[in-house]
């Protein structure tokens, strides 16, 4: 059985250029590369560690960091749970800058309620040693 020819390829006045994925993507597939190059570096460490993470082959791995594909849904979560640039990369993208903002202003919560801590821990100590 063969095919007949007007149904082997579509048209190109549809817009089907053979790169369609990537422009429906939006640019998630680059974004996604270059947050994973800068939180972990090119380097096959950084896949090691990547493939760790989400399970995935380290070919997959690879595409994503090479922007060929990028990760499905699942994967994309475990890159959100282990790295801050992928998180604020996705949320960038989708338009939620504010949410990276609260997140990091949680962060430098903590680390000042720790910083005084410590401060308040050297405190006792020099009260501490002055009694002896």
Do not use: C
Not at 58 to 75: D, I, L, M, Q, R
Not at 89 to 98: K, N, Y
């Amino acid at each position: 059985m063969s095919f007949p020819k007007k149904g082997k390829f579509f048209p190109r006045e549809n817009g089907y250029n053979g790169k369609a994925a990537q422009l429906a993507n939006g640019g998630f597939v680059e974004e996604i590369a270059a947050a994973l190059k800068w939180s972990l570096g090119d380097s096959r460490a950084g896949v090691k560690t990547v493939a760790a993470w989400t399970g995935a082959n380290e070919k997959t791995v690879k595409n994503w960091f090479s922007g060929t594909y990028g990760p499905s849904g699942a994967h994309l979560i475990a890159l959100a749970r282990h790295s801050d640039e992928v998180l604020s990369t996705f949320l960038t993208m989708a338009g939620r800058e504010d949410l990276m903002v609260a997140i990091k202003l949680a962060a430098a919560e903590e680390a000042v309620e720790e910083l005084l801590e410590a401060v308040r821990q050297l405190n006792r100590k020099k009260s501490g040693d002055r009694t002896i």
